[in-house]
């Protein structure tokens, strides 16, 4: 456990089960998978229907990279290949919604982070973009005030 988090690792490739999300909401994930791989990774659709299943409930929802892609597709957005990969430390800059927003704007105009992707994403209908990179301008988004899509960790 930390800072009152506690983490509960799934090997869904090896398939193992999805944790009960009931009374919980808020997940993760990372993966070299790409969300629209769901036929050679079935796991996926499991993964995809519980973030919709929270987003009914209104449960709070973090993804990050895979997890990410995951939340945009239970928004109803497209994920897709990039030009080129993004891979190593760097950094995002804020627009100016992610500069007030309570959670990533805390960081300043631009926040370090570490990405390994080559997939982006369209933004959900009603979400905020928080950031952006100069490879690739859809990298943080918010829907509502409990779901964060993060595509770097």
Known sequence: MTR???????H???GEPLPDSR???TRGDGSADGVYENRSYPFLTGEARQIEDSLRRRQPVLGICLGCQLLVHAL??????GESPEIGFGFVELTEAGKRDPVIGTTGPSCPVFHWHGDTFDVP????LL???AAYPHQAFRKGDSAYGLNFT
């Open 76 to 81: 109803g957005a497209s994920v897709h290949r």
């Open 131 to 133: 950031a952006s990179s």
């Open 125 to 128: 209908s009603g979400a905020t």
């Open 23 to 25: 009374g919980r909401g």
């Open 4 to 10: 009152g988090l506690q983490f509960n690792i799934r």
């Open 12 to 14: 869904l490739d090896r």
